[in-house]
């Protein structure tokens, strides 16, 4: 059973800074690509961020120069790194990760901006 568990959600006023993290736990061989997404209320779920195993990165238009991900692969973890926060980032935060070819999700932590 593989689990991933997020932490560092919160509230925080515009052009402050959050760090999220992701934990993957379990029955873990390897892992591929990891990455963010999130969902605002009334909208679809999109993505935020993407690394590989090998460390390249994708980011949404709307978050580049402002987020950074990163990962430890020894700890099977995840990192959001998020900069100068604006209201419309507003949203909750999923983990993503490819698990032997599964891909797995978080439950989700909430990102509150306010202006």
């Known amino acids: 059973q593989v689990q991933l568990v997020e932490s560092g959600g919160g509230l925080v006023q515009a052009g402050g800074s959050l760090r999220l993290s992701c934990a993957a736990s379990?029955?873990?061989?390897?892992?591929?690509?990891m990455g963010w997404y999130r969902q605002a209320p009334g909208k679809q779920r999109e993505l935020v961020a993407t690394i590989t195993s090998g460390g390249s990165t994708n980011y949404a238009t709307s978050v580049k120069g402002r987020f950074t991900i990163s990962r430890d692969n020894a700890k099977n973890t995840v990192f959001l790194q998020m900069n100068s926060l604006k209201p419309e980032d507003t949203a909750v935060y999923y983990c993503n990760a490819d698990i032997q070819w599964y891909a797995y999700w978080g439950q989700g932590t909430q990102v509150t901006v306010s202006s």
């Open positions: 379990g029955s873990i061989f390897s892992i591929n690509a």
